[in-house]
């Protein structure tokens, strides 16, 4: 793996805004913990609240950000990794921009003159329940990515990965990356991302997933995916193995689809068969919050993908990420990786 650049990210740029809070705060915004969802008109004051009743922490998140930098923190090698999405011309977009420098990723963020996006971390008991408040990171336009500097990112990478999130924000930029990927025998990933997606955004979901040769995703998306497409199964082997098996754009690559279960073991579905690969036990009163879990699992495992490692490789590392950005708030990691 020689050259910069190599694997490229576009999602939404969030600030998490993190606190372990009580079940009386999940109540009364009606929040469910492992889920993800969009604020509505009912949410909008929990930040403040937030802020004012608990001790807050202040994260750079957004999924793809997040495995982004996860994958850029495994490879040490400065501007491995390229990203973009839209933020605000604020106090929190200038902290994003200051983070993402730090981290080593090169990063051309679109600027929009809404407020910077946040999103709501709620832990309890370790557990995690999402909600976004997009704002700028509404406001991305395929006009930024057609730019010659930032369509310059997607013709030096070789990798791409973009989760469903973005796919509520700017499906016609999904696509111009995905036919690119296509057309240039390059390699394309998403992930389901949220039960949400596959529910409410299932038609523009179903149109990028011919283009994509690696699917991500955790147990519950899986079955809310396969409850939306009518497959009555909650079996995840089976979804994998069928998500795996959905009609492809080109047939260079063949689909993989990972899904991972928590706890349980990674499911990975290619060729036909599935393979069970085993996580990392973690004793509970180690865990922190299981914010950027699964970011950091892709992150991981994306790692090793661009080093054309084998899939138990690639799983290992997703693993190994995820182990320990659970023991910590929010994505976050040591300076150093210690993946061998």
């Given amino acids: 793996m020689e050259h910069e650049g190599i694997l490229l990210g576009m999602g939404n740029p969030l600030l998490d805004i993190s606190a372990v809070v009580d079940q009386g705060f999940l109540d009364k915004y009606d929040l469910k913990m492992n889920n993800a969802i969009l604020a509505e008109e009912k949410h909008l004051p929990m930040y403040e609240e937030m802020a004012s009743k608990y001790k807050v922490d202040y994260i750079a998140g957004g999924a793809t950000q997040n495995s982004i930098r996860v994958a850029q923190w495994m490879l040490q090698k400065p501007g491995a990794t390229s990203y973009m999405g839209s933020i605000g011309k604020d106090k929190f977009g200038e902290e994003m921009k200051k983070n993402a420098r730090e981290a080593g990723v090169n990063v051309h963020y679109y600027e929009d003159d809404s407020a910077t996006g946040t999103c709501g971390v709620c832990v309890l008991g370790g557990e995690r329940s999402l909600v976004a408040n997009l704002s700028a990171a509404n406001c991305y336009k395929p006009d930024h990515l057609k730019k010659p500097e930032n369509w310059a990112l997607v013709e030096k ?18 696509m111009h990356v995905a036919e690119h990927a296509i057309a240039k025998n390059k390699v394309f990933c998403t992930n389901l991302s949220a039960p949400f997606i596959c529910e409410f955004f299932k038609d523009v979901q179903d149109k990028v997933l011919p283009y994509t040769d690696y699917v991500f995703g955790n147990e519950t998306e899986a079955r809310t995916f396969s409850k939306v497409h009518g497959w009555e199964t909650e079996n995840v082997e089976e979804i994998a193995l069928k998500i795996s098996q959905l009609p492809k754009a080109s047939g260079t690559h063949k689909r993989i689809t990972v899904i991972t279960q928590g706890a349980d073991p990674v499911v990975v579905a290619e060729d036909g068969k599935v393979k069970l690969l085993p996580v990392i036990p973690l004793p509970k009163e180690k865990l922190v919050d299981t914010n950027g879990a699964g970011d950091a699992f892709v992150g991981g495992f994306l790692s090793q993908m661009v080093q054309e490692k084998p899939i138990e490789d690639c799983v290992r590392a997703g693993c190994y990420a995820a182990n320990v950005i659970i023991q910590r708030p929010g994505c976050t990691y040591p300076e150093k990786p210690d993946f061998k």
């Fill in 157 to 174: 990478a070789k990798y791409y990965y973009i989760a469903g999130f973005f796919l509520t924000v700017s499906p016609e930029s999904i």
